[in-house]
């Protein structure tokens, strides 16, 4: 059986981001956290750090192996939110943990990777038939840091 897992390499604190990510997103976990034993280009034994976890029942790995590549945009997580209630508490966790706000949705966490915290009606209004209502929902969208189902949705019904 295939398996696909997306591996975040983390030059310190892998363990502390996962234990703060899975506090904050539904339906995830730790799972096994590994030493490497060996010497490895990144240090000597016991100096990488292996951590499986579920984000939204999502398999990751993150392993703590000193610098090398930082976090960019070309890699983000999406949490799809089921309300405002859900973008509001998640967007203000990852705030409140030293992350910095972007835009339309986007954040960048204390550790450097990106994220966008979605909420679920924004994907039901892109996705339907009323493509000019999905325009001017998107219009709104671009003006945005943290998104508001509110005005997504206000203007995605005047568009009509």
Not at 26 to 34: E, K, L, Q, V
Not at 36 to 47: D, K, L, N, Y
Not at 94 to 101: H, I, K, P, R, S
């Amino acid at each position: 059986m295939v398996k696909v897992i997306s591996h975040l390499w983390f030059a310190e604190g892998a363990r502390e981001a996962v234990e703060f990510y899975v506090s904050l997103v539904p339906n995830s976990a730790i799972g096994d956290i590994t030493t490497v034993p060996a010497e490895t280009p990144s240090g000597p034994p016991g100096s990488v750090e292996i951590v499986e976890f579920t984000l939204g029942g999502q398999n990751f790995m993150a392993m703590q192996a000193g610098p090398f590549e930082p976090f960019n945009h070309a890699y983000s997580v999406q949490v799809i939110c089921e309300d405002q209630a859900e973008v509001d508490r998640i967007w203000d966790g990852f705030l409140g943990n030293g992350g910095t706000a972007e835009h339309c949705g986007w954040l960048r966490d204390r550790w450097g990777l990106s994220w966008q915290i979605v909420p679920k009606a924004l994907a039901e209004m892109m996705s339907g038939a009323r493509k000019g209502n999905a325009k001017k929902m998107t219009e709104a969208m671009l003006q945005m840091v943290k998104l508001d189902v509110a005005t997504l949705e206000k203007a995605f019904q005047e568009a009509a």
